[in-house]
C-alpha cells in the first residue's frame, strides 16, 4: 500500500498531486495510480529512484523483470518527464517529483516491517529516507522516541536496527530521544535540532514534539 497522504505537506506537494492525479486521456497526463499500478512497476521504480542514471538490460537483471516490460514502463516515465533520454541511458534528475515519490516509496517500504517496539512510545526516521533524497549509498536514520533513557536501551535500539536493515537494504543507525534530550539538542546543537524538526516522518506511535 503506498501511503498518498504524505504528499500533502506542502502548497507545492499539493500541487505535484494535483498534476499527477489527471487521467490520462488522449495523451494528456497520467494518474498517480499508474506509476504504481502493479509491484512490478514498483520494483522498477524503486530501483530507478535511487540512481542517477539507468539502462534497460542493468533494471531487467536487478529487478528480474523483462526487458520488454522494464522498456516501456522507462519510456513512459521520459513520457512524465520523470526521466530523460540520452541514447541507452535513462538519466534522473533530482526534483521535488522524485523527492514526493522517494517518501511514498519509502514509507511504503519500511511502514509494515517497523513496529513500535514496547519500550518505545513512538518511532520515524529522519535524514535522507525522510526528504526523499536516499540513493544506494545512503544509511537509513531511525528515531526512537522513549520516556526516558537507559543504558539497556542502546542494546534494544542495535538489535531493532538489525531487523530493519533486513527490509531496508542498507545500514541503519537510530537516535534514542527522550523529551530531555530534544531540550538539549536545542540548546546545544541548533542545527541539528532544526533539521530534524522540519525533516522527520513517524512510522508509528507519538511524534516529537518540539518546542
Given at each position: 500500500?503506498?501511503?498518498i497522504?504524505?504528499?500533502?505537506?506542502?502548497?507545492?506537494c499539493?500541487?505535484?498531486?494535483?498534476?499527477m492525479?489527471?487521467?490520462?486521456?488522449?495523451?494528456?497526463?497520467?494518474?498517480?495510480?499508474?506509476?504504481?499500478?502493479?509491484?512490478?512497476?514498483?520494483?522498477?521504480?524503486?530501483?530507478?529512484?535511487?540512481?542517477?542514471?539507468?539502462?534497460?538490460?542493468?533494471?531487467?537483471?536487478?529487478?528480474g523483470?523483462?526487458?520488454?516490460?522494464?522498456?516501456?514502463?522507462?519510456?513512459?516515465?521520459?513520457?512524465?518527464?520523470?526521466?530523460t533520454?540520452?541514447?541507452?541511458?535513462?538519466?534522473?534528475?533530482?526534483?521535488?517529483?522524485?523527492?514526493?515519490?522517494?517518501?511514498?516509496?519509502?514509507?511504503?517500504?519500511?511502514?509494515?516491517?517497523?513496529?513500535?517496539?514496547?519500550?518505545?512510545?513512538?518511532?520515524?526516521i529522519?535524514?535522507?529516507?525522510?526528504?526523499?533524497?536516499?540513493?544506494?549509498?545512503?544509511?537509513?536514520?531511525?528515531?526512537?522516541?522513549?520516556?526516558?533513557?537507559?543504558?539497556?536501551?542502546?542494546?534494544?535500539?542495535?538489535?531493532?536496527?538489525?531487523?530493519i536493515?533486513?527490509?531496508?537494504?542498507?545500514?541503519?543507525?537510530?537516535?534514542?530521544?527522550?523529551?530531555?534530550?530534544?531540550?538539549?539538542?536545542?540548546?546545544?546543537?541548533?542545527?541539528?535540532?532544526?533539521?530534524?524538526?522540519?525533516?522527520?516522518?513517524?512510522?508509528?506511535?507519538?511524534?516529537?514534539?518540539?518546542?
Open positions: 500500500m503506498i501511503w497522504v504524505e504528499v500533502y505537506h506542502s502548497p507545492e499539493s500541487q505535484i498531486a494535483n498534476k492525479f489527471l487521467v490520462r486521456e488522449q495523451n494528456d497526463h497520467i494518474v498517480l495510480s499508474g506509476l504504481f499500478k502493479s509491484e512490478e512497476r514498483i520494483l522498477v521504480l524503486r530501483y530507478v529512484g535511487l540512481r542517477a542514471s539507468v539502462t534497460v538490460q542493468a533494471v531487467a537483471d536487478a529487478t523483470r523483462s526487458k520488454g516490460f522494464v522498456s516501456q514502463y522507462l519510456n513512459m516515465l521520459v513520457d512524465e518527464e520523470l526521466l533520454r540520452d541514447h541507452r541511458a535513462f538519466i534522473r534528475e533530482d526534483s521535488v517529483y522524485w523527492r514526493s515519490i522517494k517518501r511514498l516509496l519509502n514509507l511504503d517500504l519500511l511502514r509494515p516491517h517497523v513496529t513500535l517496539p514496547a519500550w518505545a512510545e513512538g518511532i520515524g529522519y535524514g535522507s529516507w525522510a526528504e526523499g533524497t536516499n540513493t544506494t549509498e545512503s544509511d537509513l536514520d531511525v528515531w526512537i522516541l522513549v520516556s526516558r533513557y537507559d543504558p539497556d536501551l542502546e542494546i534494544r535500539a542495535a538489535e531493532l536496527d538489525q531487523e536493515a533486513q527490509y531496508a537494504g542498507c545500514e541503519v543507525n537510530s537516535l534514542l530521544l527522550t523529551p530531555d534530550k530534544l531540550c538539549h539538542l536545542k540548546e546545544h546543537d541548533q542545527p541539528f535540532y532544526t533539521s530534524l524538526k522540519r525533516g522527520f516522518l513517524t512510522l508509528h506511535g507519538e511524534d516529537l514534539e518540539f518546542a
